[in-house]
């Protein structure tokens, strides 16, 4: 029904010249996602670069998500990652109650980042869009990654032009 309101996820990977009409906007890294409209996909929007995990070896962060989880039972450690280009949040690392909403997260970095109203929030984690309806504890059971903790990729969006 609403299928054809929500953008559509475009791996890099899988992405060919027909995709975008200018070559320069693909980018080697394999951990970028792209959003386009349906219809519409030249125009093109880098959502996401993963500069934690690249940053960090996997064995320090295992043992950063086991030290959280063992000192902070109550809590799921989360990462938020954005695009250079969208904005920058001033903390990447969020330690959040088990029985949080997605809505409720994405009301606190509305916040932080002090977005304007005419300026939509998208959280991907995995390359879906979960349900806001569902708590931080069920996107951690669902999503979890390798190292233990649950990573978000922030995208903000114009809602007006």
Do not use: W
Not at 14 to 35: G, P
Not at 112 to 117: A, G, K, N, T, V
Not at 151 to 158: L, N, Q, T, V
């Amino acid at each position: 029904m609403f299928s054809s309101f929500l953008p559509e996820i475009i791996d890099s990977e899988k992405m060919t010249d027909t995709n975008i009409s200018d070559s320069s906007q693909k980018t080697n890294n394999d951990k970028t996602l792209h959003i386009a409209d349906r219809g519409n996909e030249n125009k093109v929007k880098e959502c996401y670069v993963g500069s934690y995990k690249k940053n960090k070896p996997l064995d320090k962060r295992i043992e950063e998500s086991k030290r959280l989880k063992d000192k902070y039972p109550d809590r799921i450690a989360i990462i938020c990652e954005t695009s250079e280009k969208d904005f920058k949040l001033d903390k990447v690392k969020y330690l959040v109650p088990l029985d949080l909403r997605l809505d409720q997260f994405i009301a606190i970095i509305r916040k932080r980042i002090q977005l304007s109203s005419d300026e939509a929030l998208f959280l991907f984690c995995r390359n879906t869009l979960p349900m806001t309806s569902n708590t931080v504890i069920e996107l951690y059971k669902q999503h979890a990654d390798e190292d233990g903790f649950l990573y978000f990729h922030i995208c903000k969006e114009s809602t007006f032009g």
